[in-house]
C-alpha cells in the first residue's frame, strides 16, 4: 500500500470529543497540525473547548512546534466533513463495541484505502473493533495514556486483519508528532502500560480491603518512593542498575527466591532459566554497553532534576 | 520515656558500609548532621566512602543544610565508638536476621534506652529483629527506598515490643532530617511501596514468561506512560481526579467490573460497598474541599515541570 510519507502529513482528524479525543486535539495542534474534530452532538462542543483549552496551558508551557495554533482547529459535527482530506485519523469514539464496529464500517468507506485510522481504545481488540470494516488493514490501535496531551505513551497493536505496514505508519507518524509508540507484540488485554498499572492497583485495592493502608498511604509510598523513579528508568533497568556489576542477573539469583513471599497478592511465574535469560539479556540491550555507575549517575541527575522540579511547581 | 526532642538531633550514627547505610550516612551528612558510620571491616573503607561521595554529588546539586560537610563523618571499625554519643541510630546491616539480632542485642546494651534505633531492613521484621534486644521498645523499622539519598519515602513499623513513642519519635525524626516518613498500621510483609511495586513486577515478568513483553517494551511503557505521572500523584489520586466531578466514586463504579477482567494475573478484591467507601472516602480526604480542576491543572504543571526536567538532564 502506498501511504503519504509520515513526515508529510498535515491534516489529521480527531474523533471523540471526550478528554481522550479532546487531548489528541491538543496535542495535534500543537505539534502544528491542522486537526478537524468531530462531535457527535453540537452541544458537546463547550466542554469540548474546555478540555482543548485546558492542556493548551501545559502545551504552550511544554513549548509548541513552529505554526501550532489553536485557529488551526475545526470542528465539526459530519463524519464526512471530519475526515475529508484527513491523513491520519485519530478515533476516540465510546468505549461501546457496537458503536466502534458500525464507525469503522462507515470509516472504511468514506475514507480513501490508504489512510490509517487509530483507535484510543483501551479495553477492546482492534480485531473486534475492525470486524464491519470493509479496509481493514489500515486500522490499528494507538492507545495514550491519561492525561494523553503531555504523557508521550501510544501503545500500537493490530488486529488479525491489520496490515504490517500500517502498524510500521503509525509507529512512524506517532514518533514525528511528539509521541513515544510502542508496538506491542500481540494483543493483549489492558496492553502493557495499563496491566502493570493494574497490578499495582489491585494489590492497593487488596491493601485498603485488609485495613494495612488507606488510600493516602498507598499514594504517599508512591510519590515518594518508586514514582519518581519510574518517570526516567523503568522496573527493570532500576534493579539492574541497582545491582552493580552484575546487574539483572545478580537481582534475579540474588532476589529470585523472594518470589516466592507474599509480597503481594499476585504469584509470581516460575523462574526459569529461560526467564532468567530474557530478563538479563534485555537489560543488557538496554544498557547497550553503558557501565552501571553512568547508569546510575545520569538517574541521579535525573531524579535530582525531578525533585526540583517537582518542589518548583509546587 | 523521656527522649531527646527530635530538632536536638545532632549526631547520627549510621551502621553498615553498603549502598543503603552509605546513602543514609550521605544523606544525613547533606542535611547537616555529625555522622558516625561503622563498618564491619576496615576493608571496606574506598567502597563506602566511594558510595559516599557518588551520593553527596547529587546532594550538593539538590541544595545542602546550612553547615553540612563530609568532614564532619566520622568512620570506625568499632561499633561502641560509632554509637558513642550517637542520639539516633540507622542500621543497615545485611539482610540476615541472626546478624540482625545479635547486633540488637549488644545494642541494647551498649546505648543509653532513651536513643531510638532504626533498621533499614527491606524483608524483616522488627519483631523478629528485636528478639534479643534487652532494650526492644526503642527499635523500629525505618525503611527507606533506592536511591535512599534521593528518594524521600522511609516507611516506619514497629515490632511486638516497640513503644509507640518510639514511632512517633521516629516520624517527627526523619521529617526533621529531610525525608517522608510513612508510618504503617502494621507489620506487612514488603511494607507498602515495595508490595505496590513487587506486584507491578511480577507482573511485568509474567508479560516476559509469555513472549507478551520484552523488558525495554516494559520499561518504555513505564517511563512514557504512568512514571512521569506517578512522580507527583498516586494510583488513588490519578484515577480520582482524572473521573472529574465523580472521582474514585465514578472509577470504582464504571471501571469496578473491569476488575474481574483478566488485565493482570493478579485476582482484584471484591469490591465490597466497605472497600468502596475506604477508597472513596479516602481521596476525598486526601482533596481536602479542592476542585478536580484544581488538582488536575496542579498535576498538569507539574507533569509540565517533571517532562522539561528529564529532557534537560538528559
Redesign the interface.
Known sequence: MARIDPKDVRHVASLGGG?IGGGWTAHFLARGYDVTSYLHDPAEEPVFRDIVD??W??LV??GLSDGASLDRLTITNSLEEAVSGAQFVQESAPEILGVKQALYRMLGEILPDDVVIASSTS?LTMTEIQRDCPTPERTVVGHP???PY????V?ITSGDRTAVDAVDWAEAFYRIAGK?P?V???E??????????????????????N?????????????????????????????HV?CGEGG?ATNLDQFGP??K????????????K??RD??VD??N??AAGRHF?DM???????????????A???
Not at 513471599?261 to 526459569?272: F, G, H, K, S
Request: contains cysteine.
Open positions: 478528554p485546558t492542556a496551558t501545559s508551557a511544554l479495553g495514556f491519561n492525561p503531555l504523557l508521550p505513551l501503545e513515544a510502542l506491542l507484540n500481540r493483549i488485554p489492558g496492553f502493557i502500560a495499563t496491566r502493570l498499572q493494574e497490578a499495582l492497583w489491585r494489590e492497593a485495592l487488596h491493601m485498603v480491603a485495613g494495612e493502608a488507606t488510600p493516602e498511604q498507598i499514594d504517599l509510598a508512591l510519590i515518594n518512593g518508586p514514582g519518581p523513579r519510574m518517570a526516567l528508568m523503568g522496573q527493570c533497568m532500576a534493579f541497582a539483572m523472594a518470589l513471599l507474599p509480597w503481594t497478592r499476585l504469584e509470581a511465574p516460575e523462574l526459569t529461560e526467564l530474557r530478563m534485555g537489560c540491550d538496554i555507575k546510575a549517575a545520569e538517574r541521579d541527575r535525573g531524579l535530582v532534576a525531578i525533585l526540583k522540579a517537582i518548583e511547581a509546587k
